[in-house]
């Protein structure tokens, strides 16, 4: 793989827990590689472009998102029932739903910056099962894109 490629939806984040320490940024060639990454990511599923953003209905409060993104910041994994049982795709799927509609109200850097690792488990987790959830894989990218659009206009990267 060359330094250059998009490489953090590649591995799984749970195992290998230092991935995003010393990464290097290279501002448009990154850019450039990550959204390369997720289009050939996407190019699997049927995705529908539709408008997400009409119906937000906040289930989580920030102090409830901000207690999730921490706890997965320090274990790269997220638990059921006090830790028990791991998160399934599918639990990981509906957390980023939540903290996107969240991210689309209430923009915040540090809870986006998880997210962003969150879909990387994401894409890594489903191009390994091979499961197909294109209802939601298409929200919750389609509101990524639109909020690395927004940073990066907001930023004039």
Do not use: G, H, W
Request: proline share 1%.
């Amino acid at each position: 793989m060359s330094r250059n490629m998009y490489i953090y939806d590649k591995y799984d984040i749970r195992i290998k827990k230092n991935i995003y320490q010393y990464s290097k940024y290279n501002k448009e060639k990154f850019l450039k590689s990550y959204f390369l990454s997720r289009k050939k990511f996407l190019k699997n599923y049927k995705l529908e472009n539709k408008n997400y953003f009409s119906n937000i209905n906040l289930k989580l409060t920030k102090r409830k998102i901000l207690f999730i993104c921490r706890n997965f910041e320090l274990k790269k994994e997220l638990y059921l029932n006090n830790k028990k049982k791991p998160f399934t795709l599918r639990n990981y799927i509906k957390i980023s739903e939540e903290i996107s509609e969240f991210l689309i109200r209430n923009f915040d850097y540090s809870i986006l910056s998880t997210l962003l690792k969150i879909n990387d488990l994401i894409a890594y987790l489903s191009n390994k099962k091979k499961i197909v959830i294109e209802k939601q894989l298409s929200k919750i990218f389609y509101i990524e894109k639109y909020l690395i659009i927004k940073l990066i206009n907001e930023k004039n990267i």
